[in-house]
């Protein structure tokens, strides 16, 4: 599974971008380590992971701590071993707070309609409220008919400030 992994980090003076090498990675906290590399002083951290066109990762470090995670589709988890590692520990769908049983491939309907009947979002879904893109934004970014991880991870970089950044890691 092939993925795409950038970092998009706050300092003082702005946003800097740096691509992330999740390869060799055991376990979270050390992807976090790895975010948290690249500008110790970060007072905000993102990593966004987009794996196969299909799945968004969101990992989020405030001041350095405080791991949050979001993922666009449980799936993920079943699908790799970095999906695995990544969403692998999250139990709580976004869709409702019980925890998430084995994936059955989305049998149960939902009250929301921002979210693809499809997928089963997982994590935080608020990880970037207090950034301007509310957990229905997120949900609806990540649901919306065509849009490719990179689409939505686009989408987010131009809200936050750091489009220009990131798309220069992907033309590189």
């Known amino acids: 599974m092939s993925y795409f992994a950038a970092a998009a980090v706050r300092v003082e003076g702005g946003w800097t971008a740096d691509e992330v090498s999740l390869r060799g990675a055991t376990d979270i906290e050390e992807v976090a380590d790895r975010l948290r590399d690249v500008e110790p002083d ?36 079943e699908e790799s071993r970095l999906g695995a590692l990544l969403v692998g520990d999250l139990k709580t ?41 509310p957990a229905q934004k997120l ?13 939505v991870t686009a989408e987010i970089c131009q809200v936050l400030g750091c489009a220009d950044e990131i798309e220069e890691l992907r033309e590189v």
Not at 42 to 51: H, I, N, R
Not at 106 to 112: I, L, M
Request: aromatic share 4%; proline share 6%.
């Open 42 to 77: 970060a007072d905000l951290s993102l990593l966004f992971v987009e794996a196969d066109d299909a799945y968004l990762v969101i990992l989020r470090l405030d001041e350095g701590e405080d791991l949050r995670v979001f993922g666009s589709d449980s799936a993920y988890a």
């Open 93 to 133: 769908s976004v869709t409702g707070d019980e925890p998430r049983a084995a994936v059955t491939g989305g049998d149960e309907e939902t009250d929301q309609p921002a979210v693809d009947p499809e997928a089963d979002p997982v994590g935080d879904a608020d990880i970037l409220a207090d950034l301007g893109i």
């Open 139 to 151: 949900l609806a970014l990540c649901a919306h008919e065509g849009m490719l991880p990179a689409d």
